[in-house]
């Protein structure tokens, strides 16, 4: 919001409010796409609306549902199809709540996540593996661990043998996320992408671990991952699930992996394993959904 609204007075990246030290919470290399957008919707409106960026994550869950549904009827039927969108949107909406991040980046994410793996998992069509570059670039564009998200999405294609679309599909947000790292160096904004040499402690990996399970349970007794896997029970048909399943296990592993490098990193846990897993809920819907086929 800060940044949004910085920007929109500016008219620009404002470079010297993301440079001030006070404001490095704020993560001064953080992926811009969601604030550009709430600071080109202010110069249209001529303000900047902190309800409305709030009230997008609601229209933005529906939308990964209702692309969910468009590339998985062709597939499923138009029963199925529904009732699996219905279940999308149903642990998106409780893991939104329950990590609080409406009004930030992660709906935008979400539904970026949906249209790439949707895309990907039901449809073989070229038109599709555009748009699932499209959204793929979007998701890097729009939060550090979305470019992670690409990259995963990117080695589960070259692992089911799928080469020449995993290069096709991650190709964009490459040349995104290099783009907006050249100009964060230019601009010595260089934080979360400037990290790689950080110590990993992996003297952490229980206790993060048990945080993180703690966390998951989603205040509602671990519901959320019980719907999305419980129709695994019946399911015909494990092949066309593959690369959501190996994306879901990518997306746990980057998780933990980020964590790890904090000393200490209960706070960082407590505050964004909600948000940040639920890019697993959503791929483990769409596993079971491509599952029951």
């Known amino acids: 919001g800060p940044k949004a609204v910085h920007f929109f007075h500016e008219r620009a990246i404002d470079v010297e409010f993301l440079r001030f030290p006070h404001y490095y919470l704020m ?11 709430w600071a080109a919707s ?27 549904r468009g590339f998985a009827s062709p597939v499923l039927g138009p029963r199925k199809s529904a009732a699996f969108a219905t279940l999308l949107l149903a642990v998106t909406t409780v893991a939104t709540i329950a990590g609080s ?14 249209t790439a793996l949707s895309a990907l ?3 073989r069509a070229r038109g599709a593996t555009v748009i699932a570059a499209i959204a793929l670039a979007g998701a890097a564009f729009a939060k550090v661990e979305g470019a992670a998200f690409a990259a995963a999405v990117a080695m589960a294609l070259v692992l089911v043998g799928r080469f020449r679309t995993a290069i096709a599909v991650a190709s964009p947000a490459i040349l995104l996320v290099a783009s907006w790292i050249a100009f964060a160096r230019h601009h010595g904004l260089l934080d979360a992408y400037g990290r790689a040499d950080r110590q990993l402690h992996l ?43 190996l994306v879901a296990l990518a997306s746990i592993g980057y998780s933990l992996y980020f964590y790890l490098h904090e000393p200490d990193p209960l706070w960082w846990i407590q505050s964004s394993a909600e948000r940040v897993m639920t890019t697993t809920l959503l791929c483990f819907v769409v596993a079971t959904a491509a599952a029951s086929e």
């Open 121 to 123: 998992t039901f449809s």
């Open 203 to 245: 003297s952490n990996l229980g206790a993060v671990l048990r945080w993180s399970g703690q966390q998951l349970s989603y205040r509602s007794f671990y519901l959320p991952w019980i719907a999305a896997l419980g129709p695994f029970v019946a399911a015909r048909s494990f092949r066309p699930a593959i690369v959501p399943l």
């Open 42 to 68: 202010s110069m249209i409106a001529g303000k900047f609306s902190y309800w409305g960026a709030v009230l997008t994550a609601p229209l933005l869950l529906i939308a990964a549902a209702l692309t969910f």
């Open 101 to 114: 991040a409406a009004g930030g980046g992660d709906p935008y994410l979400l539904a970026f996540e949906a």
């Open 27 to 37: 993560h001064p290399d953080y992926p811009p796409l969601v604030p550009l957008t």
